[in-house]
């Protein structure tokens, strides 16, 4: 598993504790904090590596902004027009300097054999997704599927809408398998889906 955005590693305990997962997990976060928490959970577990910076589609470095609730932590700004519900978690607290790698050069320097070790990668990068894989053509053409999140009412100042994300999966050669809601308004509309997202069986 690659795990984009992995903020404390909520997805990576959640696979070795519920899911039973014991493959490798690379782990990537910008937040300086956070990569400290990382790492010291990962210690002992010699399948899970963690890569401190975040992933675009160059190598730099940006500014980041930290939210509220650091879960809406990234380089966006908040639109506008937001849910009073997450209003108050989705504001700038502050701001933090990163490093910006791509997908494709990291798993290039970590050796991943993404064809002999079937992969799956998750993005949650707040509206970033798309940046992220405009770096990232080679990892994607070999991984087995894609979690990504989609928003109908946009978040963030200039992200994709569900559907120009769906659009961009789906010339990479990416169907859905599945949308599942994961963020509500208070009309309980849905916000945000998690895309799972599948490459063609006959490429494989």
Not at 31 to 50: C, E, M, P, Q, T
Not at 68 to 94: E, K
Not at 115 to 126: E, F, H, I, S, W
């Amino acid at each position: 598993m690659i795990d984009v955005r992995a903020n404390r590693g909520q997805f990576a305990a959640f696979l070795r504790q519920q899911v039973g997962n014991c493959g490798r997990i690379v782990s990537f976060e910008p937040i300086a904090a956070h990569v400290a928490h990382l790492r010291a959970a990962a210690k002992g577990d010699s399948l899970w590596k963690v890569a401190g910076c975040a992933l675009g589609r160059a190598e730099g470095q940006a500014e980041l902004n930290v939210m509220t609730s650091d879960v809406f932590s990234f380089f966006l700004t908040p639109a506008d027009v937001m849910d009073p519900t997450l209003l108050g978690m989705n504001t700038i607290a502050r701001t933090e300097v990163v490093t910006l790698r791509t997908l494709d050069a990291v798993a290039a320097e970590l050796g991943l054999d993404l064809v002999a070790m079937p992969t799956a990668v998750k993005l949650d990068t707040q509206g970033f997704d798309l940046e992220v894989l405009a770096g990232a053509a080679d990892t994607l053409g070999k991984a087995r599927c894609v979690q990504c999140e989609v928003c109908v009412t946009p978040l963030y100042q200039g992200m994709p809408d569900m559907t120009q994300s769906l659009q961009t999966f789906r010339g990479l050669g990416f169907q859905p398998a599945g949308l599942f809601a994961v963020t509500r308004d208070r009309s309980l509309a849905a916000v945000e889906f998690d895309a799972v997202l599948v490459p063609p069986l006959l490429e494989r």
